[in-house]
């Protein structure tokens, strides 16, 4: 049924064989703007301007970043839907994209069918980790003394609905385990009361997670992403640590109003990902905590679909759905 689902999902999100083929000689013939949800010097922001400036060389017009904070980022995602599907106006789709649209059927567009998907470009790997009192090593250690201590073990989110709040509920989901939610409005304090231990667990951005574990202040377990993270290379995947096809990042990818034609957004495609391979952008994105990632349209869609299934997963198991 999954199998499906994310079939279905991944279609929508490409649309290429519905596409206009049309022909991109001449595009792009003036600067193209690129929207964002979140506010100046953001993880999405950065993402942006550091691989939109590089595009920018590729494609010989500016790529202009335009930030329009608010609702999740889809304040932003709105402009671009109501765009000309002519590839000049784009958006920087994230992962709170897709647990927007889990969680609530009253969004103003729908996602999946709204955009089409150009890119992948940077991800923040997730972190896990617990505070050392709790006596574990590794993901089975802390899932066996999860289901020994049942709705006792406590887990700090950044935020209801966020990658994180629900990347933990997966696990629970995944090993049959319960663990209390404590909700906090952003990463600084709910690091700061991890490291305190006044709660237990959090995932956490790799970014702002590592500097601890690296101290040891808190005890790393793993990591959600699919490989090995550059910035926590020690840890092992969720993965290898005992929970399969269990994948959990904040990621970031270029996308593009539905009905831009095939050859326009093979072009933006074919810029941004030589960007991702310039061995100044990895820099200086691998220097911010990001992995440059990179990938057809097909796979970015791809990706999009196997999260819009697995964090429905999650939301409808943490009781988020409207």
């Given at each position: ?49 550091v691989?939109?400036?590089s ?65 992948p ?20 250690e ?7 201590k ?19 509920e ?73 929970l399969?096809?269990?994948?959990a ?6 996308m593009?109003?539905?009905g ?12 941004a ?30 990706l ?5 299934v ?13």
């Amino acid at each position: 049924m999954q199998r499906v689902a994310v079939l279905a999902l991944t279609l929508a999100l490409t649309g290429l064989a519905a596409l206009p083929q049309g022909r991109a000689d001449d595009f792009p013939s003036r600067p193209l703007r690129l929207l964002i949800g979140f506010p100046p010097g953001s993880a999405a922001d950065i993402t942006a301007r550091v691989v939109g400036d590089s595009m920018s060389q590729t494609l010989g017009q500016q790529v202009v970043v335009e930030s329009r904070p608010g609702a999740g980022s889809s304040i932003a995602a709105e402009s671009v839907v109501r765009a000309p599907p002519d590839g000049y106006t784009l958006y920087i789709g994230t992962s709170s994209n897709v647990t927007n649209a889990a969680m609530s059927s009253t969004l103003r567009f729908d996602f999946a069918k709204d955009f089409v998907a150009v890119t992948p470009l940077t991800g923040l790997p997730l972190i896990l980790a617990v505070h050392p009192s709790l006596g574990v090593s590794s993901l089975k250690e802390l899932i066996a003394l999860a289901k020994s201590k049942p709705d006792e073990l406590t887990y700090a989110s950044v935020g209801v609905g966020t990658v994180p709040h629900l990347s933990t509920e997966l696990i629970g989901v995944r090993a049959n385990v319960k663990l209390v939610h404590v909700p906090y409005p952003g990463s600084p304090p709910a690091v700061t009361d991890l490291i305190a231990g006044r709660v237990s667990v959090m995932f956490g951005v790799a970014s702002t997670m590592m500097p601890h574990v690296e101290s040891g202040r808190i005890k790393g377990l793993a990591s959600g992403s699919a490989q090995r993270p550059h910035i926590a290379p020690n840890l092992p995947t969720m993965m290898e640590a005992g929970l399969p096809d269990f994948e959990a990042s904040v990621w970031f990818g270029l996308m593009a109003p539905a009905g831009t034609p095939r050859a326009v957004v093979d072009k933006l495609a074919a810029a941004a990902n030589k960007a991702l391979k310039s061995d100044d952008v990895v820099a200086k994105l691998r220097a911010q905590g990001f992995e440059p990632l990179g990938g057809s349209p097909e796979e970015f869609a791809q990706l999009i679909a196997r999260d819009m299934v697995k964090w429905s997963e999650a939301a409808k198991t943490a009781g988020l759905q409207k």
